[in-house]
């Protein structure tokens, strides 16, 4: 029997070894931190498109229990002015949910257990090489050592095996913007049910959303210099008073919200260039560790899911790991080159570089929520993963956008 070496137990990881054991590949994921648990609570959106991977494996219930729905988002300019709203869910399956990305990447973890698929933590990937009989042999950090025949990098945006796959690929950038979000039970101003309010401000981008509990969920984004991504100097209070400061001079109720919280989390932005190779020889970049966007469409877990599916479907249909893995690129890269190009054109929108450049993205957001124009996200959301239907050897990379 096949089996597959995993490193990282984020998101694409889980999911990647889930559905690996649906089509009878048994898998180990790596983990470099000691626990899942020690994940950023940073706010994260699963799409329609993400659920509908999930309930692929039959992994959608969990997320489902841990989460809540936004249906519908209301979209306002820098002066509070509605611009219109729109419906957020897709073709197949539930969604958008709304959770910590703590708590996605630990349910997701739970549930592969629960499958009875191992994940070891404190396994930081040092080496990685192929054996003479075509095996893959990873050290890791401890001195230890795995071997299977494939190896999966499913290690994020700073992915240590992507450098093995291609020690020529581009280093990830800084987006030049943290996230930043926020958890309150004071508001001074709420969301109706299952809806997101997004403001498009002068010099940044704020949206909310309000759980069932009551507890209001917010993030934004906040310009900054490069950062290490192990910098924790600036404190969780300056986060808060440079969101304050950026949004303070719009006519919204941000800076408002943003006051009446404690609970801040920021996390340093990365996104990485078009990478030309994701594999080699039996080794494959998955997620962020292939293709992390610049974070303005939201989605890179759903993109993560999706990618762990069609890998395993691939290599359950072609008759090699070469084949596999050339089916893959095959088929994701048009979608992840389109999803890469709308996060760029995105973060454009979300912060415009002037006054006529605002009046110009004002206009178009209006005429697009009015129902005037295609909605041209609309591609994301409603993409379906046929798990049925067999993949061809000769696949055209193009059916990945249909």
């Known amino acids: 029997m096949t089996n597959a070496l995993i490193i990282g137990s984020g ?13 009878g590949i048994e898998s180990v994921v790596y983990e470099a931190r000691p626990r899942s648990t020690d994940a950023i609570r940073a706010i994260v959106t699963v799409f329609a498109n993400g659920m509908d991977a999930l309930r692929t494996v039959e992994a959608d219930l969990p997320v489902l229990d841990c989460s809540f729905p936004a ?13 219109g709203q729109r419906s957020m869910g897709g073709l197949y399956g539930v969604g958008p949910r709304t959770l910590t990305y703590q708590r996605l990447c630990q349910v997701l973890a739970d549930e592969a257990a629960r499958r009875g698929l191992h994940i070891e933590y404190g396994k930081r990937l040092v080496t990685a090489t192929h054996t003479g009989s075509g095996r893959m042999v990873v050290g890791f950090g401890d001195g230890s ?26 280093e990830p950038v800084s987006a030049g913007s943290a996230p930043v979000c926020g958890y309150t039970r004071n508001p001074a101003h709420s969301a109706k049910p299952e809806t997101y309010r997004m403001f498009y401000g002068s010099r940044t981008f704020f949206a909310y959303t309000t759980a069932p509990d009551g507890e ?11 950062v290490d991504k192990a910098d924790h100097t600036i404190t969780p209070a300056q986060w808060k008073q440079r969101a304050i400061d950026i949004l303070a001079g719009d006519r919204i109720p941000a800076a408002d919200i943003i006051r009446c919280t404690d609970d801040i989390v920021a996390v340093p932005a990365y996104h990485l260039p078009a990478l030309p190779v994701w594999y080699t020889g039996h ?3 998955v997620g962020d560790a292939a293709h992390a966007a610049e974070p303005n469409a939201g989605h890179g877990a759903s993109m993560a899911m999706e990618d762990g599916v069609v890998l395993a479907q691939c290599l359950r249909d072609l008759p090699t790991i070469q084949d596999a893995f050339t089916a893959y690129d095959r088929l ?19 912060v415009p570089a002037g006054p006529l450049r605002r009046t110009l993205r004002d206009a178009v957001l209006l005429k ?11 591609w994301l959301t409603n993409h379906h993963i046929n798990w049925n239907t067999p993949i061809p050897q000769n696949i055209d990379g193009e059916a990945a956008l249909q």
Do not use: C, Y
């Open 11 to 23: 998101i694409a990881g889980p999911v990647a070894a889930m559905a690996l054991q649906k089509v």
């Open 71 to 83: 249906e519908r988002s209301e979209a306002f300019d820098s002066g509070g002015r509605p611009l």
């Open 145 to 170: 050592h795995a071997e299977g025949d494939l190896l999966i990098g499913a290690d994020g945006v700073h992915s240590t095996l992507r450098r093995i796959v291609d020690p020529a690929a581009a």
């Open 216 to 226: 209001t969920w917010w993030f934004t984004g906040v310009p900054t210099p490069p």
């Open 283 to 285: 080794m494959i970049l």
């Open 332 to 350: 994701r890269r048009p979608r992840v080159a389109r999803l890469m190009s709308t996060s760029t054109r995105m973060s454009k929108t979300a």
């Open 368 to 378: 697009r929520l009015k129902g005037r124009a295609r909605n041209t996200e609309d």
